[in-house]
């Protein structure tokens, strides 16, 4: 294998190393294979946008508002600006100062404050397009070897940190565990302060600004790899301010990494036992400002005067598999800073827990890594099951192309095994539970809905089961008719599991079921009957009609009617009317025992003229009105059974009201 960006696993890292060794024949068989490659075009689609924001601007408000205009946010410099979609048609949120759809140009540059101008060079950088590599210049790229893994890895007590909680949200040393969702990035470059070592480099302000745009397109380039990731990126930005260290970090051996990561994460506020305490340390104050569910860091070394811009023991690139950093050297060995891209987008997959794939990284087939468990079936060392070009298996080649092999992302967690858009990790599933209701007691049919929702993770065969979605919205519904509302207990939607609330409006009396609808942040939903509510009909509870049928049995030929006598109640006015009818005709008035409605408790009569009526069963219905303007909602009933043949009115002989 000719070129390549390397690395090797051990329980808690991966190294990539870089030795200048190139055979004359790799060199012949490299100039055609690198001749035919095609120039990648890299204009982004119209919906693309650089929004700078104004001083005081809410950027998470202002994400919100693009995604539900249908738009989606990619990159976040906080209180700077955003690159992202906005729809073409989408109104401008509150907060954006400026939307720029193509390159700013140098006198709107000028104009930008530097935050916001660093973010709009990187949005220039972003829209160059970028040429297929130089075939002399790949020549150039030396064949990669292994070198002995002397990384630390993570103190123990920090993983045991993962489990003690019960809690399903990621916990401290939990900062990469798949690549879905928002991610805080911080990038740290050292300066030398000749106070220990001779100062041998010092950033210059192109140096930096080619730094956060190669960053920034290799974060990119993952997020256009798989859109149903939903990433978006947060950046502290430390190139406009470089960490000044003691030391003089490429002129030493990596591992001496523990003095000069050691140093500027004092300096930085970020103490421990070792650098992994003071990198989560940084990592989770990053995830708690920036409300992300995942962070790492990015360490940059100065090495543009460096002959070989290698560490003294040949590294120039390495990262830790699931975090929390990894380092970078600007001149980026052979494949020089202008493929830092290239490289930085390699060690991602690291961090995110993809395993190398060239032969030298001596990673099996069948070695498992990530959230799923994913095999490494891609790998060139061993007969594994595909044998397809991958960022994985290093080199610019397949940075250009695009190129992420389904084993690389499955081990990312970019697995849909269902087809629903939500990847697997994402794709959790949403419960019910303690539903309860209470009726209100001056109103007894609105009832008020108390109950818990939650969501459980997606189970991992290889790490502790997360999960990063949190509940998004609760909806309710009574009898299938319209959505409403549900409020959360603590004012808002925002973590995994809440308590909901929701007040009905007036119901009608007797069973009424009512329905839940839960879709958390991923889309994910849950739709329920978490009741069949016996609902108390108001009026009922101030009016009550009740009809008594009398025994009729006449002769055939004789006129056949049945009467019936009821009475009408009413516990908060008098009695104004009642109203009969027989099966669905019109409801007409029945006639008052006495002459007069006009008390709260009045007897009636009503007659029903069976030669009028079909053979077969027939409902008689009575209801009353008081004087207040309240009208029963629950008839009085009785059922009728007719036989033309003979007359006959078959018993029982008296019906309740309801």
Not at 195 to 206: H, N
Not at 315 to 333: E, K, Q
Not at 426 to 446: K, Q
Not at 461 to 470: A, E, F, K, W
Request: aromatic share 10%.
């Amino acid at each position: 294998m000719s070129g390549g960006i390397v690395g090797r696993t051990c329980p808690n890292s991966v190294i990539c190393r870089f030795l200048r060794c190139v055979a004359s024949l790799s060199l012949v068989l490299t100039i055609g294979w690198v001749s035919t490659l095609p120039v990648q075009a890299s204009q982004p689609p119209s919906s693309r946008a650089l929004m700078v924001l104004a001083p005081d601007a809410d950027a998470n408000s202002i994400v919100e508002a693009i995604r539900q205009a249908g738009g989606e946010v990619t990159h976040v410099f906080p209180s700077a600006a955003l690159i992202g979609q906005l729809p073409l048609d989408a109104q401008v949120p509150a907060g954006v100062n400026a939307v720029y759809r193509q390159a700013v140009d140098e006198s709107s540059l000028s104009n930008l404050s530097g935050a916001a101008r660093r973010a709009a060079q990187v949005w220039n950088a972003l829209l160059s397009p970028q040429p297929a590599p130089d075939a002399m210049q790949s020549l150039a790229v030396p064949q990669a070897e292994i070198a002995n893994d002397a990384m630390v890895p993570p103190l123990p007590e920090l993983g045991a940190l993962n489990t003690l909680t019960t809690n399903p949200t990621p916990a401290y040393a939990e900062t990469s565990e798949y690549f879905i969702g928002r991610v805080a990035v911080g990038i740290v470059l050292l300066e030398s302060d000749g106070s220990l070592d001779p100062s041998t480099e010092d950033w210059t302000e192109a140096e930096r600004a080619l730094v956060l745009s190669k960053i920034t397109a290799a974060l990119d380039w993952w997020a256009v790899r798989e859109p149903n990731a939903h990433l978006t990126f947060v950046y502290d930005d430390g190139t406009a301010a470089p960490v000044a260290t003691r030391y003089e970090p490429i002129t030493r051996p990596f591992g001496h990494q523990n003095y000069w990561i050691a140093d500027a994460m004092a300096k930085m506020g970020y103490t421990g036992f070792s650098i992994f305490d003071q990198v989560r340390a940084y990592d989770n104050a990053l995830r708690k400002a920036y409300r992300t569910d995942w962070a790492f860091t990015i360490f940059v070394v100065d090495s543009s005067n460096d002959g070989d811009h290698l560490f003294f023991d040949g590294y120039f690139a390495y990262a830790y598999l699931g975090g929390p950093f990894m380092v970078l050297t600007s001149g980026n060995d052979g494949y020089g800073p202008e493929n830092l891209d290239a490289v930085a987008a390699h060690e991602i997959g690291h961090v995110f827990l993809a395993l190398d794939q060239y032969v030298s990284a001596s990673q099996a087939c069948t070695s498992r890594s990530g959230y799923l468990g994913a095999e490494n079936q891609n790998s060139l060392y061993g007969n594994c099951a595909s044998n397809v070009t991958s960022i994985m298996r290093g080199q610019v080649y397949p940075y250009r192309v695009g190129a992420v092999d389904p084993y690389a992302r499955a081990q990312l967690g970019w697995r849909d095994s269902d087809g629903d858009r939500i990847l697997d990790p994402a794709d959790t599933t949403l419960s019910v539970a303690n539903v309860a209701y209470v009726a209100d007691a001056g109103r007894p049919n609105v009832l008020t809905f108390t109950g818990n929702v939650q969501g459980a993770p997606y189970p991992s065969s290889l790490r502790r089961s997360i999960l990063i979605n949190t509940i998004g919205r609760v909806q309710y519904r009574v009898a299938g008719g319209v959505w409403g509302e549900a409020q959360p207990a603590d004012g808002r939607f925002d973590a995994y599991a809440e308590t909901f609330t929701f007040t009905t409006p007036p119901l009608p009396g007797g069973d009424v079921a009512v329905d839940l609808r839960v879709v958390d942040t991923a889309g994910n939903e849950l739709v329920q009957t978490i009741a069949t509510a016996v609902v108390a009909d108001p009026v009922d509870a101030i009016l009550d009609t009740t009809l008594a049928r009398m025994a009729e049995r006449r002769s055939v030929g004789e006129p056949s009617r049945v009467a019936y006598i009821g009475q009408a109640t009413s516990t908060a006015s008098f009695i104004a009317g009642v109203y009969y009818r027989v099966d669905d005709a019109p409801w007409q008035p029945a006639a008052a025992a006495d002459g007069a409605f006009d008390g709260p408790q009045e007897s009636f009569t009503v007659t029903v003229d069976l030669n009028s009526l079909s053979s077969g069963l027939h409902q008689v219905q009575a209801y009353s009105v008081d004087g207040l303007g309240n009208v029963e909602t629950s008839p009085a009933s009785d059922i009728l059974s007719v036989q033309q043949s003979t007359y006959t009115v078959f018993l029982p002989i008296v019906a309740l009201g309801q």
